[in-house]
């Protein structure tokens, strides 16, 4: 789905500014993992003085989907924003990718915009009020 170079994380932390990494394991094995940002400029400008985590990168390696991974991930991303006291947890996805829509719906996200990027992809806003 990425360029693997922009995966990197020289070129995650210019890109993000000060993202933070996470990673989430099963037995001393990484399964997938995400990066966490306090702003999102880029995709959500109207939004800068909301306390919100904004959500990106987010993988699960293929040999771990379809296990529920995804669903326990963005579980505890809702769990922990609350703990820090953030009001939402925010994220984009591409419109085309349904399976994408359909969890993050199951997991309380609701769609709030939709925009398209330089590079000709149709996205959707997403997030979950955290209250």
């Known amino acids: 789905m990425w360029d693997l170079e922009k995966l990197l994380k020289e070129s995650l ?9 996470y990673a989430g394991f099963e037995n001393n094995v990484c399964v997938g993992g995400f990066i966490l940002i306090d702003k999102d400029e880029k995709y959500w400008p109207n939004n800068l003085n ?14 771990y989907s379809r296990k529920g991974y995804s669903g326990v991930m963005l579980e505890w991303v809702k769990e922990y924003g609350k703990e ?9 996805y591409e419109k085309r990718r349904t399976y994408l829509r359909n ?3 199951k997991h309380g996200f609701i769609d709030v915009n939709e925009m398209t ?3 000709g992809h149709l996205l959707i806003l997403a997030e979950c009020e955290l209250g």
């Open 117 to 119: 990027t330089n590079e």
């Open 13 to 21: 932390v210019e890109r993000y500014k000060s993202p933070v990494f």
């Open 103 to 105: 969890m993050y719906l």
């Open 50 to 63: 909301d306390d919100a985590f904004y959500f990106h990168k987010f993988v699960v390696s293929p040999r």
């Open 84 to 92: 820090k006291g953030k009001d939402f947890i925010r994220l984009d």
